[in-house]
């Protein structure tokens, strides 16, 4: 990013007294860890500001201590609201955002949806946590890190990058990790809350390694349906972490793990190793990134439209991924 973009946003923090920070609905580590992160390097280097946290915090990301504030419309007034790791606006939690005088966007997702009076988006960057890490670099001391934002940030980076394993992964991602180490993120911790799962959890994910259904050209898919979810006695939330265990068996190239909405929809989760997946999840009204990306299907015949289009994808790159 050019200086002139750094400087214009931590100029507009300065000329704030209150700064609310948003990010997306169905957060993960990057969505709650780049909020909280940011949230505590303001707290720190302008102790006389106001800084609110918004959006539904699940259980399962409960113990990275960033809490939603309760706050009326009235906040917003001559508020500045920074939105973190949210590409589009129906996406944003807490829709009260417009009613900001001034919106920021800092995003690492394909820029579909132009919004904000400043938008700083870098799609390639591994996670909105290592973008944090940038901008506390670049602010001169003005938005220091402690231990506590470090622990955050590092949530965010290891949750997006699959513990740095996924190809967004870059020299400047273990640079901004090992910053983050240094000030004091506790590394071992949050590898373990990161890496647990509750035993119901589990139990799903047996489940779901013997129902998978396989095709030659490599597609996965699985169905978790509202009595899949009563059975195991597992939130929506918690299909999360279903998705990235799919992916570990070799015969995969793409898949999808459909979670039943309970209306006769069904959310998309596709992952891909290597064949990019995100067009074809815009077509059914999603997005995402070129390797992982979510989907929406009203229908059954959405539903198989989606299949097929992956399927022909997957025969279009015998060779990729
Ligand atoms: P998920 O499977 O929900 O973890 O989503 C994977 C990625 O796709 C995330 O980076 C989301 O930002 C993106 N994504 C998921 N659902 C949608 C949607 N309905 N519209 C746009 N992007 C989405």
């Known amino acids: 990013m050019t200086k002139d973009l750094f400087e214009d946003?931590?100029?507009?923090?300065?000329?704030?007294?209150?700064?609310?920070?948003?990010?997306?609905?169905?957060?993960?580590?990057?969505?709650?860890?780049?909020?909280?992160?940011?949230?505590?390097?303001?707290?720190?280097?302008?102790?006389?500001?106001?800084?609110?946290?918004?959006?539904e915090v699940p259980d399962s990301l409960s113990f990275l201590g960033v809490r939603k504030d309760e706050i009326t419309r009235a906040h917003f007034q001559q508020a500045l609201v920074i939105v973190l790791d949210t590409a589009n606006q129906p996406r944003i939690?807490?829709?009260?955002?417009?009613?900001?005088?001034?919106?920021?966007?800092?995003?690492?997702?394909p820029d579909n949806d132009q919004y904000g009076d400043i938008s700083w988006v870098e799609d390639t960057a591994s996670s909105?946590?290592?973008?944090?890490?940038?901008?506390?670099?670049?602010?001169?001391?003005?938005?220091?890190?402690?231990?506590?934002?470090?622990?955050?940030?590092?949530?965010?980076?290891?949750?997006?990058?699959?513990r740095f394993l996924y190809d967004a992964t870059k020299e400047c991602t273990f640079l901004a990790a090992a910053k983050l180490v240094a000030t004091g993120a506790n590394i071992a911790k949050i590898?373990?809350?990161?890496?647990?799962?509750?035993?119901?959890?589990?139990?799903?994910?047996?489940?779901?390694?013997?129902?998978?259904?396989?095709?030659?050209?490599?597609?996965?898919?699985?169905?978790?349906?509202d009595s899949i979810f009563r059975r195991f006695k597992v939130s929506e939330d918690e299909t999360s972490q279903?998705?990235?265990?799919?992916?570990?068996?070799?015969?995969?190239?793409?898949?999808?793990?459909?979670?039943?909405?309970?209306?006769?929809?069904?959310?998309?989760?596709?992952?891909?190793?290597?064949?990019?997946?995100?067009?074809?999840?815009?077509k059914y009204n999603g997005g995402g990134h070129l390797l992982a990306s979510g989907a929406k299907v009203d229908t059954s015949e959405e539903r198989k439209g989606l299949v097929t289009d992956l399927l022909e994808l997957l025969k279009q790159h015998p060779d990729r991924g």
């Open 191 to 225: 590898g373990r809350e990161l890496d647990q799962i509750p035993l119901n959890v589990s139990r799903l994910m047996g489940w779901a390694y013997e129902h998978l259904d396989i095709t030659p050209e490599g597609l996965g898919t699985i169905t978790l349906t």
């Open 93 to 109: 939690d807490d829709q009260r955002y417009s009613l900001a005088e001034s919106i920021i966007k800092i995003d690492h997702h």
């Open 242 to 282: 279903v998705v990235p265990m799919i992916g570990r068996i070799d015969s995969i190239r793409v898949w999808v793990v459909f979670v039943d909405q309970r209306d006769g929809t069904y959310r998309c989760r596709i992952r891909s190793k290597g064949v990019v997946i995100n067009k074809i999840a815009e």
């Open 9 to 55: 946003i931590i100029k507009k923090i300065e000329s704030y007294d209150v700064i609310i920070i948003h990010r997306h609905v169905r957060p993960d580590p990057d969505a709650i860890g780049s909020q909280g992160g940011l949230a505590e390097m303001i707290r720190c280097g302008f102790p006389q500001k106001t800084v609110y946290t918004v959006g």
């Open 128 to 162: 909105t946590s290592e973008m944090i890490v940038s901008l506390s670099e670049a602010s001169n001391g003005k938005l220091p890190l402690n231990e506590k934002s470090a622990s955050l940030l590092y949530s965010g980076i290891v949750g997006d990058t699959g």
